[in-house]
């Protein structure tokens, strides 16, 4: 399938956007942990967080988590703590050549029972639930957060808690923070005890009323759109979002702020979901350095956003985007080359763009790579780019379903090739 996608002339529109995947898929296991019944409110409703819903609310012995890959690190470290139950955990083929060892290692050590069914390192997985002692546990800091995470969170039913010291650079920072508070949220006390010491009271959750914020990753897009009109009086307003919100990527308000993006809620009350508009401000930097490291997912809007801005830039901190649905560093590379840009990388850690061009070549359309966020962050440039094709776009499925429904709501032309 392919899509021929025309920007509309003028943007002014209020999007609902989904709930926070990140969120969703934390309370979602805190509360399985918490043995609760009433799951949280407003979750999301993307391919990643039903897997979970699915393997939580039927529990059946092969678990095919799909391309979810928060899914797979989270799942394993739940499942070595169900007592009595073995389950495999397994995905797509991509997700089969997506490490997992250093995981594996660290649950081993605190004492679990797992074993590869295939390669060495990667999934399928076969896990044995029982009692895991906890303690003192050391691993990488630059390891995906998904990893710390999903050990952060089995540490209040773990006998002894846990003590996790992180070795080293710590990558991902706000979304390791983003767990302890969902944690919080539920009763946990865990909490960092210094700058690279998180320490998980043996503490039981509590079940509790919980309502999922909406997702600022999929607001980025919007942004990025934003940045991308050139009429004065364009005007987005989004919902569900909130001033202060735990979520990483809400950085994306002050990022865009230096690419002409001014924003305003209309409440500022903590803890209260609340609409935020987006208007033009008209001051743009010329060049723009940044360092992902800590939000690594909103690369991509901003590789597309500042080259077709003419903003030069010089990205650091993407390490893990070479570990992702795809290797994005390449993806972005090649696909960038469609749209008539030339991306250079460093290090496999760096990319920069200083302004060299070469010929666009759409006829083939945009590849996606199994990869949500190339469709998601390459669809924008519709409003600088005639003929802007997107192949295999259901691939937003996976964090934003409703993502081409909302396109049209904002006078979006979509045609089905």
């Not at 001051?283 to 800590?294: A, G, I, M, Q, S």
């Amino acid at each position: 399938m392919q899509y021929h996608i025309q920007a509309p002339r003028q943007l002014n529109t209020t999007i609902k956007l989904p709930a926070s995947k990140s969120i969703s898929n934390r309370a979602l296991i805190i509360h399985a942990l918490s043995g609760g019944k009433i799951l949280p409110e407003n979750l999301s409703d993307c391919d990643d967080t039903e897997v979970i819903i699915h393997a939580l609310q039927h529990n059946p012995y092969e678990i095919d988590i799909k391309a979810a890959g928060t899914a797979m690190r989270f799942m394993t470290a739940y499942l070595s703590v169900k007592k009595g139950e073995e389950h495999v955990l397994t995905g797509t083929e991509r997700m089969k050549h997506r490490p997992i060892g250093v995981l594996v290692d660290a649950l081993r050590r605190l004492g679990a029972d797992i074993s590869y069914v295939g390669e060495e390192g990667f999934p399928p997985l076969r896990i044995k639930g029982r009692n895991l002692q906890g303690g003192l546990l050391e691993v990488p800091g630059n390891i995906s957060s998904q990893y710390i995470s999903a050990l952060l969170m089995i540490g209040p039913v773990l006998d002894q808690g846990l003590t996790l010291k992180l070795k080293g650079d710590i990558i991902s920072r706000p979304y390791i923070d983003l767990t302890l508070w969902t944690m919080r949220e539920f009763g946990a006390y865990a909490d960092w005890s210094d700058f690279e010491t998180i320490t998980v009271d043996p503490k039981p959750y509590q079940e509790r009323e919980y309502y999922i914020e909406n997702d600022w990753s999929a607001a980025s897009y919007w942004y990025e759109m934003m940045a991308l009109t050139d009429h004065d009086d364009d005007e987005i307003r989004l919902t569900g979002l909130m001033d202060g919100s735990k979520q990483g990527d809400s950085s994306v308000r002050y990022i865009f702020s230096l690419l002409g993006i001014k924003t305003q809620f209309e409440t500022k009350q903590e803890g209260i979901p609340t609409t935020v508009t987006l208007r033009h401000s008209h001051h743009c930097v010329p060049r723009l350095e940044y360092d992902f490291t800590n939000s690594p997912d909103l690369a991509q809007t901003f590789i597309v956003c500042c080259a077709l801005k003419n903003v030069h830039f010089h990205f650091r901190g993407l390490s893990t985007l070479k570990i992702k649905e795809t290797d994005r560093i390449e993806a972005m590379k090649t696909e960038m080359r469609k749209l008539g840009y030339v991306i250079h990388d460093v290090n496999d850690s760096e990319l920069y763009w200083d302004g060299e061009r070469c010929e666009p070549s759409m006829q083939m359309g945009i590849d996606t790579y199994e990869d949500h966020r190339m469709a998601l962050s390459i669809a924008p440039a519709a409003f600088k780019t005639e003929g802007l094709l997107i192949n295999n776009p259901k691939v937003v499925s996976k964090s934003y379903p409703h993502f081409w429904d909302d396109l049209k709501k904002a006078q979006f032309i979509i045609v089905e090739k």
